[in-house]
């Protein structure tokens, strides 16, 4: 039996005579897919993991110069390059030719490392 309010309406031929669809409510899965559409972007380590074997060129850059290439022939043992960078100032360091952080440089046994002081944040380009 259909139900009936105080007026005397059926409530069953109301909700069907109804066109105005009612709201859409979205379950956790499709809400954690809408999110993934939107860029992709890892949620954790393990979501990392398929990049985690592709190999990258690290570089740390003490400093640069200019020269000729006559005076570059005529280096030999023991000559001193003068770069561009003072003692104690930060070094860059790029992942594949990109400038991602800077750094100081540290000796790790018999070894020199570098130590990253500051993430450089670039702008993606599309």
Excluded: F, H, W
């Amino acid at each position: 039996m259909a139900e009936e309010n105080e007026s005397g309406l059926n409530l069953a031929d109301l909700s069907e005579a109804d066109d105005t669809p009612a709201p859409k409510k979205e379950s956790q899965d499709s809400i954690g897919s809408a999110m993934t559409d939107m860029g992709d972007l890892p949620r954790s380590a393990k979501d990392l993991e398929a990049v985690y074997d592709i190999p990258v060129m690290v570089s740390a850059v003490l400093g640069k110069t200019t020269m000729p290439v006559s005076a570059l022939l005529k280096l030999g043992r023991g000559a001193v390059v003068e770069l561009d960078r003072k003692v104690g100032e930060a070094i860059d360091i790029y992942v594949n030719n990109r400038l991602v952080a800077r750094g100081e440089v540290v000796v790790v046994e018999d070894r020199l490392g570098v130590t990253m002081t500051e993430i450089i944040k670039t702008e993606r380009a599309n």
